[in-house]
């Protein structure tokens, strides 16, 4: 176990922002957070970091855990000329062979000169996220990973993401509000809207009326397409990349 929180609760100004959460993460899971703008994922997910001190509960936490961010957006100026190798060691050296061998396991073993301005959408997350392999995380928290990348590169992110975890060993929270893809990797969703509304697999959450209630037709749309997979991979356990390749 990476972190296991109890009865977590962050007031705001107009009261509680989030309370009575309670989640756990362990090494080698993918998590997934979702709830509309909001719905306190941001928030829970600093507390369980330690960015900000919790109100109320308690979070107990694996000694030493490195932890590696993903955050929402980062601008880079383009008056600032930057390759990616040296966008990679900016904060923290790193030596060649580590560099190397995690640019290729993103997929951007080929481009360590380019300039980072000069980066597609998909690549820019691919060396956000290298950045954060290199601190060699415990545990990997990703913040909206697929903002501005599109659908195809969506699923090829997602399919990262799962290798990641499968080739690391490393526990994974994704915090999202895109209610598809990211749906059918992951192990195990939880629901936000100031508390837990829903937690478990895919298939549990999506047929939960809480669910349902919260996210409307859209939640329709999804369970269309995800129960479409299902019947091809019949695996009540593990979803994995091969069912965001069938969405292609």
Same mark, same amino acid.
């Given at each position: 176990?990476? &972190?296991? #929180?109890?009865?977590?609760? @962050?007031?705001?100004?107009?009261?509680? =922002?989030?309370?009575? *959460?309670?989640? /756990? %993460?362990?090494?080698?899971?993918?998590?997934?957070?979702?709830?509309?703008?909001?719905?306190?994922?941001?928030?829970?997910?600093?507390?369980?970091?330690?960015? &900000?001190? #919790?109100?109320?509960?308690? @979070?107990?936490?694996?000694?030493?855990? =490195?932890?590696?961010? *993903?955050?929402? /957006? %980062?601008?880079?100026?383009?008056?600032?000329?930057?390759?990616?190798?040296?966008?990679?060691?900016?904060?923290?050296?790193?030596?060649?062979?580590?560099?190397?061998?995690?640019?290729?396991?993103?997929?951007?073993?080929?481009?360590?000169?380019?300039?980072?301005?000069?980066?597609?959408?998909?690549?820019?997350?691919?060396?956000?996220?290298?950045?954060?392999?290199?601190?060699?995380?415990?545990?990997?928290?990703?913040?909206?990973?697929?903002?501005?990348?599109?659908?195809?590169?969506?699923?090829?992110?997602?399919?990262?993401?799962?290798?990641?975890?499968?080739?690391?060993?490393?526990?994974?929270?994704?915090?999202?509000?895109?209610?598809?893809?990211?749906?059918?990797?992951?192990?195990?969703?939880?629901?936000?809207?100031?508390?837990?509304?829903?937690?478990?697999?895919?298939?549990?959450?999506?047929?939960?009326?809480?669910?349902?209630?919260?996210?409307?037709?859209?939640?329709?749309?999804?369970?269309?397409?995800?129960?479409?997979?299902?019947?091809?991979?019949?695996?009540?356990?593990?979803?994995?990349?091969?069912?965001?390749?069938?969405?292609?």
């Amino acid at each position: 176990m990476l &972190i296991a #929180a109890k009865n977590l609760g @962050i007031k705001g100004h107009n009261g509680w =922002r989030v309370r009575g *959460v309670s989640l /756990s %993460i362990a090494a080698g899971e993918i998590v997934t957070m979702i709830g509309p703008n909001g719905s306190g994922k941001s928030t829970t997910a600093k507390a369980l970091l330690g960015i &900000i001190p #919790a109100d109320e509960g308690t @979070i107990e936490r694996k000694a030493d855990m =490195r932890i590696g961010y *993903v955050p929402q /957006s %980062i601008q880079v100026s383009r008056h600032v000329p930057m390759s990616l190798m040296r966008f990679l060691t900016l904060t923290q050296k790193h030596s060649a062979t580590d560099i190397a061998d995690t640019l290729k396991l993103v997929g951007l073993g080929t481009i360590q000169d380019k300039p980072v301005t000069e980066l597609s959408g998909g690549q820019f997350q691919r060396a956000l996220i290298a950045r954060a392999l290199l601190l060699k995380p415990d545990l990997m928290v990703l913040d909206e990973p697929v903002q501005g990348v599109d659908f195809t590169g969506e699923i090829a992110l997602y399919e990262l993401i799962t290798q990641i975890r499968d080739e690391l060993s490393c526990g994974m929270l994704l915090i999202s509000h895109d209610l598809h893809i990211v749906m059918s990797q992951t192990d195990r969703v939880v629901c936000m809207n100031g508390h837990i509304c829903c937690e478990g697999a895919p298939a549990s959450v999506i047929e939960n009326e809480a669910y349902l209630k919260l996210f409307g037709p859209k939640a329709s749309e999804f369970l269309a397409l995800y129960h479409h997979d299902h019947d091809h991979h019949h695996d009540h356990e593990h979803h994995h990349s091969h069912e965001g390749a069938d969405h292609a």
